[in-house]
Every structure is written in structure tokens, then in C-alpha cells.
């Protein structure tokens, strides 16, 4: 890993924050009002994608019969009911502090709706590590490359310096359209084997990064 990097920007979902059981759980609900064939978690990590509008395609919506707002808005009702249910993943607390300690400036970035973002963050007593928390102004998941822009503007980061942490290719995809460096992190809500097609470097889990970041590479590590 670069030994010149200042900057950290997380995603927050499938990341720092484990939800997939409450994403499954939700869209099941959907799918079987619908009489549509329903997901398990690992089907769900095989067809996760961004825009989530092309998920929910993929997974047999029919938005020429109803509207994807609806939809989205049936998602997310689901899903904030339950958010009080999800927890951190294992380690988060200690990596965190691993980067606090080098000097790293942190902030998240989400495609969740701001005031919710803040309200998950903040319930799980990790804000004070992150310098800013960046969210969506709606519900609909569309894209995070333009948020990823203004947090490097507000923090006077420069991209060489910055890394993007994620779980999903469209992570990969904003580290690239913003020339950041980027890692992934095959806990979340996308397999591993999509992961590696992007060339990053993939690991298991958060408790990997500080040996990464020492400069031990356990042979699971692609670069």
C-alpha cells in the first residue's frame, strides 16, 4: 500500500456498517409481494450492483408497471425499521483507531440519505473519528462520484494521497473517476470473485489493513 497516503475515505454500508441481513430481509419482502423468486444472502452479494435501480431489474422489477420511486421508498421504509438492528463489523473500532494514531484523516462516504447517515454513524460512537460524513440527498442510491469530489475539495486532499475503502466495484469505480487509490473488502455486500476483477487490492476483512498497512501482505492480498 502507498506509504504516502493522508486521507481515508470510507463507505459506510457493507463496509463499517454490517447490514446485509436487513437488506436480504427487506427485498424479500418486496419480492414476495410481488410473487417474485426471493434472495439469499449469498444470490444477493452475486447481483448487488449500482445503480441500484439496475439491481432491482436484475432481480425481476417491472418499473413499466409500477414506478422505481415506490419501490425504492418500500425498500427503504423496510430497511430503516430494522437499521437499529445492525452492528459494526469486527474490528471497526480498532482500525479506526490504527489510522487515527498514523495522523490519517477520515470521513465516510455513503449512499445513504444524510440525516440517516448521520444518525447511524453517530448511534454506533464512532463520529468523532471522521473529519466528514457524507451522505445522499435522497433515498434513491444513485451514485457517489460527485460527493467523493466535494469531500477531497473540502479537506484539501489530494487524490494521490486519498484512499477510497469499499465494498462494492462502484467504490473502485469513484476511486478511479477521482484518481484516488483504492481497497476493497470482500466482507460486504459483494463477493469476493466480483471484487478481484477489479485489479485492487481485495481483502478479507478490516482487521487485515493494519498488517497491510506495516507492510505484511498475506498471500490473499491481489495487488
Not at 449500482?50 to 420511486?69: L, Q
Not at 434513491?140 to 465494498?167: M, V, W
Request: net charge negative.
Amino acid at each position: 500500500m502507498s506509504s504516502n497516503i493522508s486521507t481515508i475515505i470510507w463507505d459506510w454500508n457493507g463496509t463499517l456498517l454490517n447490514d446485509m441481513d436487513i437488506c436480504v430481509d427487506a427485498i424479500n419482502q418486496l419480492l414476495a409481494k410481488r410473487g417474485l423468486p426471493l434472495m439469499t444472502l449469498e444470490k444477493y452479494r452475486r447481483l448487488f450492483t449500482f445503480p441500484v435501480i439496475s439491481y432491482y431489474e436484475r432481480i425481476g422489477f417491472d418499473f413499466s408497471r409500477e414506478p422505481y420511486d415506490q419501490v425504492a421508498i418500500e425498500f427503504i421504509t423496510i430497511y430503516f425499521d430494522r437499521l437499529r438492528h445492525a452492528s459494526l463489523f469486527e474490528g471497526v473500532r480498532p482500525v479506526l483507531d490504527f489510522f487515527s494514531r498514523k495522523g490519517m484523516r477520515q470521513a465516510i462516504l455513503s449512499a445513504m440519505e444524510q440525516e440517516n447517515l448521520n444518525r447511524s454513524v453517530f448511534s454506533m460512537d464512532i463520529g468523532h473519528y471522521f473529519s466528514h460524513i457524507s451522505g445522499s440527498s435522497d433515498h434513491y442510491a444513485n451514485g457517489k462520484t460527485g460527493q467523493a469530489s466535494a469531500i477531497l475539495k473540502l479537506l484539501g486532499s489530494k487524490p494521490s494521497e486519498s484512499l477510497i475503502i469499499g465494498d462494492t466495484l462502484h467504490d473502485y469505480e469513484v476511486a478511479r473517476e477521482t484518481s484516488c487509490h483504492c481497497l476493497l473488502v470482500s466482507a460486504g455486500h459483494q463477493e469476493r470473485e466480483r471484487l478481484l476483477s477489479s485489479g485492487q487490492t481485495v481483502v478479507k476483512s478490516l482487521e487485515d489493513l493494519p498488517s497491510l498497512f506495516n507492510g505484511v501482505e498475506p498471500p490473499y492480498f491481489l495487488q
